[in-house]
């Protein structure tokens, strides 16, 4: 059986596009566009790993990450948070 994804990313081309090579590389992946889907998709599921973009409307990557945290069964699982923004564009 191979590891299940999630991804929470809102750009359709590029969650498209991760999901292609993901894929390809033998792994099965849900694709949520928003913070508040993907946290629903992980209550409903079971994920190995959750890929997560920074920046998406309503609901961002950090306080999604927080709400999948709380759930027991994703306590200890890798979540890597992803953004197309520079380091020197997150500085506030």
């Avoid at 309503?58 to 923004?85: C, N, V, W």
Wanted: hydrophobic share 50%; no cysteine; glycine share 8%.
């Amino acid at each position: 059986m191979s590891a299940r994804i999630l991804l929470i990313e809102d750009d359709s081309s590029l969650a498209t596009g991760l999901r292609r090579i993901l894929v390809a590389e033998g792994y099965d992946v849900t694709v949520e566009a928003r913070g508040d889907a993907g946290l629903a998709r992980a209550r409903a599921g079971a994920f190995d790993l959750v890929l997560t973009d920074l920046r998406m409307p309503g609901m961002d990557g950090i306080e999604t990450i927080k709400k999948i945290r709380q759930l027991e069964k994703y306590a200890h699982i890798p979540i890597i948070l992803m953004t197309a923004f520079g380091r020197e564009e997150l500085i506030v």
